[in-house]
């Protein structure tokens, strides 16, 4: 059987649409999918030390986990980058913060494939960086932090529809689950 986590942002909740749908494309794999909430107020987001306490909030939750699950991450939960390199798990990392070092370094060391996912008006994506570190990248023209676009509301919900349809594609690309 095969696991997943979903490792939310700071105010996008694992039961956000970019996050509860990335989460359910493993469900409907068969996954069991592990929706984590942060237990306590997390510290500055854009100083090193939110990585180990991003780390101390997911390690206990893997422990627990038999095998390499895949990770899901958005924002602030992409400080797990550095323990999926530690344990080389694969990952979809949605609007990763590849502006913060030790994220961008993390990103690096991983020997598990990984899809990026951010928009050209988010100022903590670097599209540059995104495609240097992974071939699997979806880059959405416009879209913020929150993958939103201008325009109507209905075409940042297209813009949903395509992030499921690249994790669709990526994990097909990495067979998982295998």
Aim: net charge negative; proline share 9%.
């Amino acid at each position: 059987m095969a696991d997943a986590v979903v490792i939310p942002g700071a105010w996008f909740g694992p039961g956000a649409p970019l996050l509860m749908y990335a989460g359910d494309v493993a469900e409907q794999r068969g996954a069991t999918v592990h929706r984590h909430s942060w237990s306590t107020e997390f510290p500055k987001p854009d100083q090193p030390e939110i990585e180990s306490w991003v780390g101390g909030e997911i390690v206990p939750l893997l422990d627990t986990i038999e095998g390499r699950p895949l990770l899901i991450g958005k924002s602030l939960g992409t400080n797990a980058a550095a323990i999926a390199a530690e344990r080389s798990l694969p990952a979809v990392w949605l609007t990763p913060l590849l502006t913060l070092p030790w994220v961008a370094d993390a990103l690096g060391r991983a020997t598990a494939p990984f899809l990026l996912v951010g928009g050209t008006a988010d100022r903590l994506w670097d599209g540059d960086v995104a495609r240097r570190l992974s071939p699997h990248v979806l880059e959405v023209e416009g879209a913020d932090h929150g993958m939103y676009v201008p325009g109507p509301l209905t075409e940042s919900i297209a813009v949903l529809s395509r992030v499921v349809v690249a994790v669709e594609e990526f994990l097909d690309a990495i067979g998982w689950p295998g």
